[in-house]
């Protein structure tokens, strides 16, 4: 490409294809040079072999390692070179530069463009945007305080919910044992004046039959006077005797 119409085109514009690609070459030997020489400092602190016998082994073996992938590596990178000077670097037959009034007149367009006024409020915008970031920001900051806070909420309704399950069930049966032990008592009442009113009825009866003064006939609450209900009362305790 040396001399050649495409790096006078090139260098025209003030462009160099050659020192760009040999930049590039030099950058990707350095850390070729820098990624070496850190292996080799690794391999001698793992392998503690800084100040003994083995040392010079560890450099043969990593400069034996190095040569192999530089030779293959010197190798594609110079046909990437090549590559690169003959095709990316070309310019097609016939190609000519445009006329310094065309370049006078796209000038003219680019110093229409670079406005003053217009970087200004582009500038405004920047800002503003900038401004926006950070609001937004903080609105996410602290809407992510509140899903926590509401989180924080739900937790302790559900412990509280809980808890009162808990309570009314446990009230629950206090109120049914409540409710057996006052039905035992009233059972139990119940049965002992029903008992008692058999034993005062028999004493009564048996009062009726064993008194001496007693006129069945001529007492005012003799068989005269008596109804029914009394006579018949009267006739079973008569059969008991």
Same mark, same amino acid.
């Given at each position: ?9 090139? &260098? ?29 400092? &690794? ?152 008992? +008692? ?41 008569? +059969? +008991?005797?």
């Amino acid at each position: 490409m040396e001399g050649s119409e495409s790096e006078a085109v090139f &260098e025209s514009l003030n462009l160099k294809p050659r020192v760009l690609v040999n930049e590039i070459l030099n950058t990707v030997e350095n850390l070729f040079d820098d990624a070496f020489d850190f292996y080799h400092q &690794e391999a001698s602190t793992l392998l503690k072999t800084e100040g003994t016998d083995r040392s010079q082994h560890i450099n043969q073996g990593i400069d034996h390692i190095r040569n192999v992938i530089l030779s293959n590596m010197g190798r594609r990178l110079g046909m990437w070179q090549e590559y690169c000077l003959r095709h990316c670097f070309a310019v097609p037959q016939g190609f000519s530069l445009p006329k310094s009034e065309s370049l006078d007149e796209s000038m003219t367009c680019h110093d229409v463009i670079c406005d003053p006024d217009l970087d200004a409020q582009l500038d405004s915008l920047r800002n503003r945007l900038t401004l926006i970031g950070k609001e937004s920001s903080e609105m996410n900051r602290e809407l992510q305080a509140l899903e926590r806070q509401s989180a924080s909420s739900d937790s302790c309704a559900a412990l509280v919910n809980e808890a009162l399950q808990l309570y009314e069930q446990n009230s629950a049966h206090d109120m049914l044992l409540e409710m057996m032990r006052t039905a035992s008592e009233l059972r139990t009442k119940v049965e002992k004046l029903r008992t +008692k009113r058999i034993e005062d009825a028999g004493c009564i009866r048996t009062k009726r039959i064993c008194d001496p003064n007693r006129d069945l006939l001529t007492s005012n609450h003799g068989l005269f006077n008596a109804k029914l209900e009394d006579l018949q009362e009267f006739l079973g305790d008569l +059969k +008991k005797i």
